[in-house]
Protein backbone atom coordinates (compact mmCIF):
# COMPACT_ATOMS: atom_id res chain seq x y z
CA UNK A 1 0.00 0.00 0.00
CA UNK A 2 1.18 3.39 -0.93
CA UNK A 3 1.64 5.74 1.80
CA UNK A 4 -0.16 9.52 0.59
CA UNK A 5 3.09 11.77 0.33
CA UNK A 6 4.28 9.12 -3.01
CA UNK A 7 0.78 9.09 -4.39
CA UNK A 8 0.50 12.79 -4.34
CA UNK A 9 3.43 13.58 -5.95
CA UNK A 10 3.28 10.81 -8.82
CA UNK A 11 -0.50 12.52 -9.19
CA UNK A 12 1.08 15.83 -9.47
CA UNK A 13 3.47 14.76 -11.84
CA UNK A 14 1.24 11.97 -13.85
CA UNK A 15 -0.64 15.82 -13.99
CA UNK A 16 2.63 18.01 -14.67
CA UNK A 17 3.45 15.42 -17.75
CA UNK A 18 -0.01 15.55 -19.55
CA UNK A 19 0.11 19.07 -19.37
CA UNK A 20 3.75 19.93 -20.14
CA UNK A 21 4.72 17.24 -22.24
CA UNK A 22 1.96 14.95 -23.30
CA UNK A 23 -0.51 18.16 -24.60
CA UNK A 24 1.74 20.67 -24.93
CA UNK A 25 1.16 22.97 -28.11
CA UNK A 26 3.77 21.96 -30.16
CA UNK A 27 3.55 17.96 -29.72
CA UNK A 28 -0.43 18.65 -30.59
CA UNK A 29 0.50 20.22 -33.30
CA UNK A 30 3.36 17.98 -34.48
CA UNK A 31 0.85 14.95 -34.15
CA UNK A 32 -2.08 16.16 -35.94
CA UNK A 33 0.75 16.89 -38.69
CA UNK A 34 1.50 13.54 -38.73
CA UNK A 35 -2.02 11.86 -38.71
CA UNK A 36 -2.54 14.73 -41.78
CA UNK A 37 0.52 13.02 -43.61
CA UNK A 38 -0.77 9.49 -43.03
CA UNK A 39 -4.39 10.25 -44.06
CA UNK A 40 -2.75 11.63 -47.27
CA UNK A 41 -0.89 9.31 -48.21
CA UNK A 42 -3.48 6.27 -47.57
CA UNK A 43 -5.55 8.52 -49.69
CA UNK A 44 -2.95 8.43 -52.40
CA UNK A 45 -2.61 4.71 -52.84
CA UNK A 46 -6.69 3.98 -52.17
CA UNK A 47 -7.01 6.35 -55.23
CA UNK A 48 -3.34 4.94 -57.24
CA UNK A 49 -2.52 1.63 -56.17
CA UNK A 50 -0.11 1.26 -59.09
CA UNK A 51 2.07 3.56 -56.68
CA UNK A 52 2.22 0.84 -53.97
CA UNK A 53 5.45 -1.63 -54.07
CA UNK A 54 4.93 -4.47 -55.86
CA UNK A 55 4.24 -7.09 -53.85
CA UNK A 56 1.27 -4.88 -51.99
CA UNK A 57 -0.06 -4.61 -55.19
CA UNK A 58 -0.41 -8.30 -55.47
CA UNK A 59 -1.64 -8.52 -52.40
CA UNK A 60 -4.37 -6.08 -53.43
CA UNK A 61 -5.74 -8.40 -56.25
CA UNK A 62 -7.20 -10.76 -53.41
CA UNK A 63 -7.66 -9.00 -51.08
CA UNK A 64 -9.80 -5.64 -49.73
CA UNK A 65 -7.29 -2.72 -51.23
CA UNK A 66 -8.01 -1.06 -48.14
CA UNK A 67 -6.57 -3.38 -45.92
CA UNK A 68 -3.49 -3.14 -48.16
CA UNK A 69 -2.82 0.13 -47.86
CA UNK A 70 -3.53 -0.06 -44.28
CA UNK A 71 -1.24 -2.73 -43.58
CA UNK A 72 1.69 -0.70 -45.78
CA UNK A 73 0.97 2.47 -44.06
CA UNK A 74 0.96 0.75 -40.82
CA UNK A 75 4.24 -0.62 -41.34
CA UNK A 76 6.09 2.71 -41.87
CA UNK A 77 8.83 4.20 -39.53
CA UNK A 78 8.06 8.01 -38.92
CA UNK A 79 11.11 9.09 -40.93
CA UNK A 80 9.87 6.67 -43.68
CA UNK A 81 6.32 7.85 -43.81
CA UNK A 82 8.16 11.57 -43.80
CA UNK A 83 10.76 10.34 -46.84
CA UNK A 84 7.68 9.21 -49.02
CA UNK A 85 5.22 11.87 -48.13
CA UNK A 86 7.81 14.40 -49.31
CA UNK A 87 8.89 12.40 -52.73
CA UNK A 88 4.70 11.51 -53.79
CA UNK A 89 2.93 14.39 -52.32
CA UNK A 90 6.00 17.07 -52.22
Known amino acids: MSTPE ?3 AGRELKAFLRECVYASP ?5 KEQSAQKVTELF ?3 LESPDRLPVAYQVRAAGEPLH ?3 CDYVAGMTDTYLLR ?3 SELG
Open 84 to 86: LHN
Open 6 to 8: PAA
Open 67 to 69: RVV
Open 43 to 45: RLY
Open 26 to 30: PLVEQ
